[in-house]
């Protein structure tokens, strides 16, 4: 399923993925690709603040993990890293910038760990690699909370003009 948005030209697709169900992810601008990842208890709206401005200069994709918003809960075994490279491959991104917010800062981890190829950067907030505790001070609604901020922090992103 596909679906364009005229006002902000972001089209957002339904994307079926290995172990049943669909991912729900969202696509805007043009430019060195840049996906954005949400953490456990969140969605992909977590991004709201934030997501238009990166649009300026790059192609910015953010989705809904697994059980999460508006993609469906898995029917059978899924890796979320095999779910993101599902996302790239649906949109033809043969490499991108990660960003990963807690959970998925660990997904981006373990997809740059396994697809090196694939990432171009990354930017992990509030992420611990597996088994560790959090660092100290780690804020995991940063992009609600201050999204000036983080701006501040992933732009400019490498690529922008």
């Known amino acids: ?11 957002t697709e339904l994307i079926h993925v290995t172990g049943g169900g669909g991912i729900s992810a969202e696509k805007a ?19 709201d603040r934030v997501f238009a401005a990166p649009a300026r200069h790059h192609t910015v994709v953010r ?16 890796r979320y890293e095999d ?19 807690s959970m998925g800062g660990e997904v981006a981890l373990d997809f740059t760990l396994e ?11 509030a992420a611990s690699a597996g088994g560790h505790e959090w660092p100290r001070g780690a804020d995991h609604y940063l992009p609600l909370r201050t999204p000036g901020r983080l701006l501040e922090l992933l732009l400019p992103l490498p690529g922008t003009p």
């Open 115 to 125: 697809h090196p190829e694939r990432v171009r950067s990354l930017k992990l907030i």
């Open 83 to 101: 779910d993101l490279l599902a996302v790239l491959d649906r949109f033809g991104l043969r490499s991108a910038g990660l960003v990963g917010l």
């Open 1 to 11: 399923m596909r679906r364009r948005d005229r006002i902000g030209g972001t089209t």
């Open 63 to 78: 989705y809904d993990a697994r059980g999460h918003g508006r993609s469906t809960p898995p029917t059978g075994p899924f």
């Open 29 to 47: 601008g043009d430019g060195p690709p840049l996906v954005l990842l949400h953490g456990a208890v969140h969605d992909s709206r977590l991004w």
